[in-house]
């Protein structure tokens, strides 16, 4: 029995980056065996194990064949008789078939160390295709590893456009694309992400039914995610959201997100840029009316931090333009109203006599006079 570490743990150690999570495989074992050495076993589909201590994942060496359409279509084989270089051919890319012996000695059968140094994205086989949720890994993967140079590779690009004219991208589920999407927000280019699946023709009909990848929207996204790094509250789904600014990707915003799969808070942040896209870019600070008018449709008397969002989404239009020290300024002073108008109480109004639809009124008015006043004031 021997131990290897695979995957992303060995590349990133290799491109000086921190990692994040360790996975193993081991050659020459029965699950059997590593039951006795008290590992727990995890998955139906093919002999995964957790170490008693660790908890990090250990897989047996495993062979893979296409047996059906998708990414779920394979038989998996796993045997004391497969070999490491087996195990790492069915791998996606070669920078993720790189293995390290408990001596610390690079195991590399495919050339990954290479595609490292030449920064390049590179499938491994020809048994890359079978597997169509490849193209969107290998799609994240640009965006993750753009800010290092890397792109992909002339042949993989050919193998993931035939791929996308092949229809098997039809195959995968919602929650698969929303997964691999959704990581790649965290990254430096996300824009990279969909503009990859784009290019290859493998976005709009395929894998985000009727998304339009406009240049103006990636652009937007592009920035949100740089923004994201000096700014941590713009979080993930406020990075997803600036798509949505002036002209939305999509025509039914809840359709398309119930359609992927795309959680809740996604789907609301996204709704908040679109229907808010004429504040977001203006650079003149609203009127009284404007602004109460505002609070009420993002229902800020009930959801504060709605508007907190939305400030940050302006902020984020008119970073590093002329604009921007103004609308820092006037975020303030809308945060300084909005906060003193949520502070008329409705108790001292009853006080007064209002009850009923008179009272509702009497709140709304109230709130609207201190806006008016809060607005007037210099910082």
């Given at each position: 029995?021997?131990?290897?570490?695979?995957?992303?743990?060995?590349?990133?150690?290799?491109?000086?980056?921190?990692?994040?999570?360790?996975?193993?495989?081991?050659?020459?074992?029965?699950?059997?065996q590593?039951?006795?050495?008290?590992f727990?076993?995890?998955?139906?589909?093919?002999?995964?194990?957790?170490?008693?201590?660790?908890?990090?994942?250990?897989?047996?060496?495993?062979?893979?064949?296409k047996?059906g359409?998708?990414?779920?279509?394979?038989?998996?084989?796993?045997?004391?008789?497969?070999?490491?270089?087996?195990?790492?051919?069915?791998?996606?890319?070669t920078?993720?078939?790189?293995?390290?012996d408990?001596?610390g000695?690079l195991?590399?059968?495919?050339?990954?160390?290479?595609?490292?140094?030449?920064?390049?994205?590179?499938?491994?086989?020809?048994?890359?295709?079978?597997?169509?949720?490849?193209?969107?890994?290998?799609?994240?993967?640009?965006?993750?590893?753009?800010?290092?140079?890397?792109?992909?590779?002339?042949?993989?690009?050919?193998?993931?456009?035939?791929i996308?004219?092949?229809?098997?991208?039809?195959?995968?589920?919602?929650?698969r694309?929303?997964?691999?999407?959704?990581?790649?927000?965290?990254?430096?280019?996300?824009?990279v992400f969909?503009s990859?699946?784009?290019?290859?023709?493998g976005?709009?009909?395929?894998?985000?039914?009727?998304?339009?990848?406009?240049?103006?929207?990636?652009?937007?996204?592009?920035?949100?995610?740089?923004?994201?790094?000096?700014?941590?509250?713009?979080?993930k789904?406020l990075?997803?959201?600036s798509?949505?600014?002036?002209?939305?990707?999509?025509?039914?915003?809840?359709?398309?997100?119930?359609?992927?799969?795309?959680?809740?808070?996604?789907?609301?942040?996204?709704?908040?840029?679109e229907?808010?896209?004429?504040?977001?870019?203006?650079?003149?600070?609203?009127?009284?009316?404007?602004?109460?008018?505002?609070?009420?449709?993002?229902?800020?008397?009930?959801?504060?931090?709605?508007?907190?969002?939305?400030?940050?989404?302006?902020?984020?239009?008119?970073?590093?333009?002329?604009?921007?020290?103004?609308?820092?300024?006037?975020?303030?002073?809308?945060?300084?109203?909005?906060?003193?108008?949520?502070?008329?109480?409705?108790?001292?109004?009853?006080?007064?006599?209002?009850?009923?639809?008179?009272?509702?009124?009497?709140?709304?008015?109230?709130?609207?006079?201190?806006?008016t006043?809060?607005?007037?004031?210099?910082?």
């Amino acid at each position: 029995m021997q131990t290897y570490l695979v995957g992303g743990a060995v590349r990133d150690k290799l491109l000086g980056l921190a990692v994040k999570e360790r996975d193993w495989v081991v050659v020459g074992a029965t699950p059997q065996q590593m039951l006795d050495q008290g590992f727990q076993q995890v998955g139906k589909d093919f002999p995964v194990f957790l170490h008693p201590l660790t908890r990090e994942e250990y897989a047996l060496a495993r062979t893979e064949r296409k047996n059906g359409k998708g990414y779920k279509g394979f038989d998996v084989f796993a045997s004391p008789d497969v070999t490491l270089e087996d195990d790492l051919v069915r791998r996606d890319l070669t920078i993720n078939a790189i293995a390290e012996d408990e001596h610390g000695r690079l195991i590399d059968p495919y050339g990954g160390q290479r595609d490292i140094e030449q920064k390049k994205l590179r499938h491994v086989s020809p048994a890359f295709e079978e597997d169509p949720l490849r193209v969107l890994r290998v799609a994240r993967f640009a965006a993750r590893f753009k800010h290092l140079g890397f792109t992909i590779a002339d042949e993989t690009h050919e193998l993931l456009v035939k791929i996308a004219h092949s229809g098997e991208l039809e195959a995968l589920t919602a929650e698969r694309v929303w997964l691999e999407w959704e990581k790649s927000l965290g990254t430096g280019n996300p824009d990279v992400f969909l503009s990859t699946l784009a290019d290859i023709g493998g976005l709009k009909n395929q894998v985000l039914k009727q998304f339009k990848a406009k240049s103006s929207n990636l652009n937007r996204l592009h920035k949100a995610a740089q923004f994201s790094v000096s700014h941590t509250e713009l979080t993930k789904p406020l990075i997803f959201a600036s798509l949505f600014i002036d002209e939305s990707p999509v025509e039914n915003i809840p359709g398309f997100c119930k359609v992927l799969a795309i959680p809740n808070e996604y789907r609301d942040a996204a709704v908040l840029a679109e229907r808010n896209s004429d504040f977001i870019l203006s650079t003149k600070l609203p009127s009284a009316e404007q602004f109460a008018e505002a609070l009420q449709s993002i229902d800020y008397w009930r959801r504060p931090e709605k508007l907190q969002q939305l400030l940050l989404l302006r902020q984020l239009e008119h970073e590093a333009t002329e604009f921007s020290e103004r609308i820092v300024k006037q975020n303030q002073q809308l945060t300084q109203a909005a906060i003193k108008a949520s502070e008329v109480s409705p108790q001292a109004l009853i006080s007064e006599g209002f009850t009923g639809k008179q009272l509702g009124l009497a709140i709304k008015e109230k709130r609207l006079e201190t806006l008016t006043h809060q607005l007037k004031q210099t910082l």
